[in-house]
């Protein structure tokens, strides 16, 4: 089963406190947690990047690959409204 990791910034509870000491690290935290294949299925079909058919889905194998590049394209700029105008389906 593929699976997409998400996460969330946390700021350390050290720069919480009025201490003027830096905090230990300067590593963000991060909370990371899987989502299910469902949940890609549903995201990228938003998206408009696979068909609302479940049977015309990705194989489970491509599904990395294909939230791989749309995570490329989101970080260089993409927005979601731009998608469904980047979107060839082929059968």
């Not at 830096?22 to 935290?29: A, D, W």
């Not at 408009?48 to 194998?61: F, H, K, S, T």
């Not at 590049?69 to 409204?81: P, T």
Request: glycine residues 2%.
């Amino acid at each position: 089963m593929a699976t997409v990791t998400a996460s969330l910034r946390l700021q350390p509870l050290s720069s919480l406190s009025s201490s003027s000491s830096p905090p230990p690290s300067s590593r963000p935290l991060y909370l990371k947690f899987n989502t299910s294949h469902r949940e890609n299925l549903r995201y990228l079909s938003s998206l408009g990047v696979i068909p609302q058919n479940p049977r015309l889905a990705p194989a489970v194998d491509n599904l990395p690959h294909i939230l791989s590049a749309v995570n490329f394209l989101k970080s260089n700029g993409i927005s979601d409204e731009d998608f469904p105008r980047l979107v060839i389906y082929t059968d």
